[in-house]
């Protein structure tokens, strides 16, 4: 008997090569029991279907970006009481920002000269001005927002969005975390599932030297070409469902029956979806991808290659990856303590690519459904960080902006405020669980009914926190 | 928020005289004193402080209420608020003026001044306020202590009586008749009994990890004499790879690893750690009574010669635990790290050894079980006073010392040579030379080290307050937890407690140890334990499906002194324990997740299992017992449970443990969870490592065969442990073709593809 590939469960109950076992099963069930990453209905109509993460690791400066603070010109050098709080290191008086601030688009909203590109597209912006988090130290700043939670014991939001929402495509993982050349902070902790079934764990994928043919570990077999494999994996199936027509209905053996189908199409689906060179040059261009992806060090920090990432994360989008979260660069880049103005080639490393990303998701009809994050663990002091010559600034978890576009929220919008220094979020103040609560709003999820039974108790991304902050929803 | 009818303040004031007391609406100065409150105060508290200082809060926030009289009166966790008319010794104050930063209030930003002075007014007047209603709950009352006479898992363990069944031929032992009498009042039967080669397959791969070989299998179906399955069991149960087995099941629920995490400032290796995974292996392989291997590894260092000595070692799941570490940036931080350290003892001896969630009451009383923080504390306080020993010598101080002086004369002398060579000083030379030589021949051995623990005082720790080290609050003297030991149990006295503490866990009467162990036993077996959350015995864990039988094999677990091996023996001897893993419709219509046990289900082997069964089929196992740790489980052949664990995922050996549901070793786990993606897939379609082990089996399944059909009934009796089926071999023929053998440009032979897919096939992957 012949048997074509793929081979659906569908078509395993039309063909009766299983017997009485997969029927009976299906009889008993009444449904095909699905896979963990089957598609699930969210708790109420979600304003966005993906998202992707453009994660600012290290803090970058509210201040010096999205928040300007003309005020801190005149106090330069002073220490108010305003600003007169302990952050990570000692900080001394007032440093102004050295990045000159305009306004854009019709909102008006004010960006600094680091993004102008990204300033091109404020009217789509929606700033967040109140952020805060609980610690200004960058692991636990970053397993904050990364898992909610300053313990690396709970499972990553986008681990939550997988467990919560599945995903569109069956072939490629639901959440899958990109950076270039080494981990971002804190490494895999970041995009753990932790207690959720390990199906919804992110799956890094280092964009330094990639070759698409090899994204994922094992994805072709060394020793065998194509044809053979499908050959290969067709008695393989047989033999498995000998196996079953055997034994009786067994959901574990069908679940792993289809698995390896899965497997079998993602060996080629991945690779596809990871390959930029299929992509025109008008598009390369776009996000100024050049012949080799960019690499620099500011203020002892790499960075570099984020442009190609940029671009992978919206080929993955598209073909419905739940979660991208794509890391500006390894480790911790933003940290600039020991001078400011090394943001500056960074900014430069992101902008366009950050610009072109919303303009492309925007002409291929994907932004409305796409959320785009944009942001840091915390933000920076308006206070110098004196541990160097030049004038750099601390970690601050007072206050910062973090910024979503597209999917659901308003844009050429600002929510909240920091005080006259950019020092503490005054005004309608949003924890990052805030942001949580809010970004599975926008996806469709009730924070507090998308829970986990684990060890004696329901978990929540949220904990016992977090408030929807409707205000900047459109 | 109050409407906008409580804010007007003329309403506000007829609405106050209408129902405060006679007396003071006859006195004028305290009339104007309440309506001062009603039209100013209030609202400002309604506002700022009822979201979670009022009885509508869950949780009140600090333990403080302010929406009564008597509930400020009372005050917080931290004690009084406000000082009526001093309002500069008021923490009220304090708070509002966000002059301390722990202490800022409310949360979302300071108030505005003229309100800020508005609170100041209040309290100096003596602070005015007519909320008569008094705290309906006070935290205390919240525990309900009745759960420690209803729920099942605190009543003490007794024997239940075995019951009548209808079928009083089928149970072969009382395990049987539980189970029997359980799927007679559902009006189900059993399947039938599994065959004699799935028999020994499953019991080898439950035992020992390892499916038999082919003459085993030969042996035990040729075996017709009674009691033939009996000694099947006890031979396996003799085996060290059943040590091996079992220890790694331990080692889940101690969150064993052979590091710490790695963070931006620290990071070490435990590089003696697998000292406490031999000691593991060796106390299941020794059946080592469970009331002791449950003392030896929270006090071992406690207990007296000789059992100290394997004791320090033994202590390693404490030793070995998480270690929050803080770089000292900032006093909350350090306060974190260490609360954090002191929590991961708690939650692993608790849920570990009690199956109960006491880590749930680290900032507040547990939800649902009657454990209140002061005996978390009590807990914690036992481990803050238990230090850590990073390396203790296994040696007496002689011998260590003996060798540290050989090293550093080694040192000394290797130094002096480097010396003299750059001084070109060959008399000198020649003769230090011969001193090194000397020094090298009668220098010490290396000795054996230990990640140990020692006591470190007697002090009992303070109630953290929401779990804040730097916010103290009442004693909790250190002692075992209220809901098993009663109201008020003694204190410990002796050093930190462990050795008490230990004890009061190993004691039969403790309720939940044995049913904890006893359950652990079974999910192993079974895939589920009788209570399904084997780490929570709770209110809010499942119940157990069979609570008597649960009761007979803790019971039984007590009265054969603690030993494991007889329950394994009780458990394994049993019918239930031997029945087919097959379907029928009826049955699944009845009771689809198979909770009555009318079958085995059928269990995908975790990835320690299936790695070392395709080492063992391809002929490539190294059978070496214990020692440190081997670096990749990709590239040796040592036993998985040999490769070395890390708390961070670093290697791609730690990688494919995790892609196989080896649980996070930074918390104890319950037990796996198998989960079932394409990874997994792609690692069996497409991995060197099976490739290989692909490879070998080919070789060793070929050699001296004649034909393809003798080639298919041999890999198939080595790697199934059974005999072809005619429709295996013809579609193993149809495969193989003319040319079995035939390798172009480097692919693999149709033969060596052939033995891959067993390696890779659902039936070599599940235990049946």
Known sequence: MITPWPISRRHLLSQGTAGIGLLGLADVFGHESPGPLEGRAPHFAPRAKRIIHLLMNGGPSHIDTFDPKPLLAKYEGQRPSTVDLKTQRKTTGILHSPFRFQQHGDSGLWVSELFPHVARHADKLCLIHSMYTDIPEHISGLLMMDVGANQPTRPSWGSWLSYGLGTENQDLPAFVVISHNGDPRPGPTGWSSSFLPGVHSGAFIDTYKLDPKRVLANIRNPGLSRGSQRRQFDLLQRMNRLELNRSGADRALESRIESLELAFRMQFAAPEAFDISRESKATHDLYGIGPQPTKGVAGGRKYGGFAEGALIARRLSERGVRVVQLAFAPDIPWDDHTDINDHRPKAFECDRAIAALLSDLESRGLLDETLVLWGGEFGRTPTTDVTANKPGRDHNHFGFTVWLAGGGVKGGYRYGATDEFGMRAVENRAHVRDLHATILHLMGLDHERLTFRHSGRDFRLTDVAGRVIHDIIA | MPSSRLTNPLHMLLLVLATAPQSVASDPAAAKDLAFFESKIRPLLVKHCYACHSSQADPIEGGLRLDSRPGWQKGGDSGQVIVAGKPDESRLMKAVQYTDEDLAMPPDGVMAKPDIELIRQWISRGAPDPRATASSTSKADRIDWTQTTRHWAFQPVSRPREPQVRHADWPGNAVDRFVLARLESRRLKPVGPATSRTLIRRLSLDLTGLPPSPREVDLFVADTRPGAWSRLVDRLLASPAYGQRWGRHWLDVVRYADDQLRTEFYYRPLPHAWRYRDWVVTAFNNDLPYDQFVVHQ???????????????????????????????????????????????????????????????????????????????????????????????????????????????????????????????????????????????????????????????????????????????????????????????????????????????????????????????????????????????????????????????????????????????????????????????????????????????????????????????????????????????????????????????????????????????????????????????????????????????????????????????????????????????????????????????????????????????????????
Not at chain 2, 334 to 347: F, G, H, N, Q, Y
Not at chain 2, 430 to 450: E, V
Not at chain 2, 745 to 768: A, I, K, M, T
């Open chain 2, 298 to 768: 929270l006090a071992g260092d406690l207990l007296d010669e000789p059992l100290r000595s394997d004791g320090v070692i033994a202590v390693g799941l404490l030793a070995l635990g998480m270690m929050y570490q803080d770089d000292g940036g900032t006093p909350d931080g350090v306060a974190i790290a260490k609360s954090e350290t002191l929590d991961d003892r708690v939650d692993t001896v608790t849920r570990g050894f009690l199956a109960l969630t006491v880590s749930c009451a680290r900032c507040h009383d547990h939800k649902f079980d009657p454990i209140p923080t002061s005996d978390y504390y009590s807990l914690a306080g036992i481990f803050n006073n238990t230090g850590y020993v990073d390396e203790l010598p296994l040696v007496t101080p002689k011998v260590a010392a003996d060798y540290e002086a050989s090293q550093a004369q080694i040192a000394s002398l290797s130094k002096q040579l480097e010396t003299a060579k750059r001084a070109g000083d060959k008399s000198q030379l020649a003769k230090l030379a011969t001193s090194l030589t000397n020094a090298f021949q009668t220098a010490s051995l290396a000795f054996p080290r230990a990640h140990s623990v020692r006591d470190t005082g007697s002090a009992d720790m303070r109630i953290a307050l929401r779990g804040n080290l730097r916010k103290p609050g009442p004693i909790a003297p250190r002692r075992f937890l209220q809901a098993l030991a009663g109201r008020s149990p003694p204190s410990f006295k002796t050093g930190s407690g462990r050795l008490e503490l230990a004890r009061s866990i190993a004691d039969p009467r403790n309720p939940l140890t044995a049913r904890v162990l006893v359950n652990r036993i079974w999910q192993h077996h079974f895939g589920r334990g009788l209570v399904e959350t084997a780490s929570n015995f709770g209110t809010r864990g499942e119940p157990p499906t069979h609570p008597q039988l649960l009761d007979w094999l803790a019971w039984r677990l007590i009265e054969t002194g603690w030993s494991i091996k007889q329950l394994h023996r009780d458990i394994l001897l049993s019918n239930t324990y031997q029945l087919s893993s097959d379907s029928t419709p009826s049955h699944l219509q009845t009771d689809a997740d198979n909770r009555l046990l009318w079958r085995m289900p059928r269990m995908r082997l975790d990835i320690e299992a299936w790695r070392d069964s395709m080492l063992a089929v391809s002929g490539t196992l190294d059978e070496t017992v214990g020692g440190p740790a081997v670096d990749s489980l990709l590239v040796e052949s040592r036993r998985t449970i040999y490769v070395a664990v890390h708390r961070d995922v670093q290697t791609e050996s730690d990688k494919l443990l995790r892609l196989f549901d080896f649980p996070n070793p930074r918390i104890g786990s319950p037990g796996r969870k198998p989960t079932t993606i394409p990874q997994q897939q792609l690692f069996a379609l497409n991995s060197p490592f099976v490739i290989q082990r692909a490879r070998q089996l080919a070789s060793r399944a070929a050699a001296g065969t004649a034909s393809t059909d003798q080639r298919i009934a041999r890999v198939v009796r080595i790697v199934m442990g059974r005999r072809a089926l005619p429709r295996e071999v013809a579609l193993g023929t149809d495969f193989l073709g003319e040319h079995p053998d035939r390798n172009t440009d480097g692919q693999l032979s149709p033969w060596q593809q052939y033995c891959q897919v067993l390696l890779g096939s659902n039936e070599f992957l599940f235990r049946p």
